[in-house]
């Protein structure tokens, strides 16, 4: 079984920054990949980010690439996601999973982390 726990939301004006981080713990991590997922109100859980565990190449959506940074430490077991220039329309409950095979699908993803709230202030 693996636990993430991802923290580090909050409240934020329009043009500032925010750092996630997805903590893993339990049995030997070791996914393909590991995304980042956001959720509005009212909305279908979108992707943001993914991370491939063994190359660490990198692969953004198209709303956030240019801004968002996706990361990893290995020691720490740890997935971060760099946020800057936050704009309102990415306040959102954004979460990390971890995923076995290339797929921007939330349907394909097993674990999950319980989400933190990410509010951009116009």
């Known amino acids: 079984q693996v636990q993430l726990v991802e923290s580090g939301g909050g409240l934020v004006q329009a043009g500032g920054s925010l750092r996630l981080s997805c903590a893993a713990s339990?049995?030997?991590?070791?996914?393909?990949?590991v995304g980042w997922f956001r959720q509005a109100p009212g909305k279908e859980r979108e992707f943001v980010a993914r991370i491939n565990w063994s190359s660490r190449a990198t692969y953004y959506s198209a709303s956030v690439k240019g801004r968002f940074t996706v990361s990893r430490d290995d020691a720490k077991n740890t997935v971060y996601l760099q946020m800057n220039n936050l704009k309102p329309k990415d306040t959102a409950v954004y979460s990390c999973a971890t995923v076995q095979r290339i797929s921007v699908d939330p349907r394909k993803y097993e674990y999950w982390g319980q989400g933190t709230q990410v509010t951009v202030s116009s």
């Open positions: 339990g049995r030997t991590f070791s996914p393909y990949a």
